[in-house]
């Protein structure tokens, strides 16, 4: 398979009050189009910051990022958030659901914003809640829907636009083990289904064996697992 994504040397440290952080350090990564890849590690390990690199959300302070071939960091802010729009999904520990929203409205929203005419959008959303199961509870606000609920509402989120990735942080973090066993079970269907890569990070053991690849992130460096 084509190369989708590659990361080369990617470094970021935050400074406190007292001292420099070097969260991430040299940390390279490849992903191939429709390829399935776990990042491991503890909290605190820096799992999130290099997610959101790798989704243009952050900048790294040295390293280079492309998207199959195309320079990401050499983008300007509007053109990074075009590619966020075109070519990602995001799946986050927390859905980030609207809460005056309908689970219906809450998919179709990426695809309105990207141009989609409503009815095209509405059905687009309608055919992935049917796909994670919540066919009848589209009109259902988040409130109205259980945790689980909520989060596979938040996969079909990320699946409106189609996009070639998806990023997952902790996507099964704030549920019990029988429903993360379900979202998880969805998530990997549903991406390999699109044949949209899916980058995870997280530090549930049994999630990462899912993926076809693992790399575990420690001491801000990534090696094999």
Known sequence: M???LRAEGLARSFVTAHRR????????????????LAIQGTSGSGKSTLLHILGTLDRPDAGRLSFAGRDLLSASARAASDF????????????????EFSALENVALPALIGGARRAAASARAS?????VGLGARSEHRPGELSGGEQQRVAVARALIARPRLVLADEPTGNLDAGTGLEVATLLFALCAEAGAGLLLVTHD????????RRLRLADGRLSPD
Do not use: K, M, W, Y
């Open 2 to 4: 084509p190369e989708l």
């Open 21 to 36: 952080v070097e969260v991430l350090r040299d940390c390279s990564l490849s992903l191939a189009a429709g390829e399935t």
């Open 84 to 99: 966020r729009r075109r070519e990602l999904g995001f799946i986050f520990q927390f859905h980030h659901l609207l809460p």
């Open 127 to 131: 055919e992935l809640l049917a796909q």
């Open 205 to 212: 053991q049994a999630l990462a064996l899912r993926a076809a």
